[in-house]
T-cell receptor, first 114, second 115 residues
Framework: GQQVMQIPQYQHVQEGEDFTTYCNSSTTLSNIQWYKQRPGGHPVFLIQLVKSGEVKKQKRLTFQFGEAKKNSSLHITATQTTDVGTYFC??????????????FGSGTQLTVLP | DVKVTQSSRYLVKRTGEKVFLECVQDMDHENMFWYRQDPGLGLRLIYFSYDVKMKEKGDIPEGYSVSREKKERFSLILESASTNQTSMYLCASRLRAGTTNSPLHFGNGTRLTVT
């Protein structure tokens, strides 16, 4: 079945440093979503990418979808302590019917040291 | 704002017990999901439902069943709890499936411990 690999599993950065997490799918995706889970919280939707090569920005966060629609990245510029949490990508396969469900990556847990 | 409510935040059960996890959403969403979250494994789909009385197996349905008698409520059932079912369980809902795939809205989670 479809697999979504996400790296790194953990990342510690000093406040002000940049951070990037990467997702790779074993199959071509219809679209990809990104979620953030704060410590003790639940995943919250950040953004969805649909088009090949798409780049979207949310303030200091930049999301990219690969040309082949098999990989994606989230880059945070100048991290702040409010960025702490686990970031998940979730890919939607292109097959039809009920098999079209999101497959989540294992997440990247970001720690920001003040 | 969408609200997805899970009935218990923490639950402790004994091996062999039948366990019910309840989830209610208030935005008339068609689709509902149950995931379990374990360190290093991300979120794994147990069961989902496209509509009332419909259910489909996810990636790890063994040892679980579900019930959706009403549109707003989706229950996860552990027929005979085992220690390997100790985990965080997350319920989610979304408006409906479609080409662009509307986002998932998650509940706060139920941390289940089976002893």
């Amino acid at each position: 079945g479809q697999q979504v690999m996400q790296i790194p599993q953990y990342q510690h950065v000093q406040e002000g440093e940049d951070f990037t997490t990467y997702c790779n799918s074993s199959t071509t995706l219809s679209n990809i979503q990104w979620y953030k889970q704060r410590p003790g919280g639940h995943p919250v939707f950040l953004i969805q990418l649909v088009k090949s090569g798409e780049v979207k920005k949310q303030k200091r966060l930049t999301f990219q979808f690969g040309e082949a629609k098999k990989n994606s990245s989230l880059h945070i510029t100048a991290t702040q302590t409010t960025d702490v949490g686990t970031y998940f990508c979730a890919g939607l396969g292109i097959s039809s019917g009920s098999a079209r469900q999101l497959t989540f990556g294992s997440g990247t847990q970001l720690t920001v040291l003040p | 704002d969408v609200k997805v409510t899970q009935s218990s935040r923490y639950l402790v059960k004994r091996t062999g017990e039948k366990v019910f996890l309840e989830c209610v959403q208030d935005m008339d969403h068609e689709n509902m999901f149950w995931y379990r979250q374990d360190p290093g494994l991300g979120l794994r789909l147990i069961y989902f439902s496209y509509d009332v009385k419909m259910k489909e197996k996810g990636d790890i349905p063994e040892g679980y069943s579900v019930s959706r008698e009403k549109k707003e409520r989706f229950s996860l059932i552990l027929e005979s709890a085992s220690t390997n079912q100790t985990s965080m369980y997350l319920c989610a809902s979304r408006l409906r499936a479609g080409t662009t795939n509307s986002p998932l809205h998650f509940g706060n989670g139920t941390r289940l411990t089976v002893t």
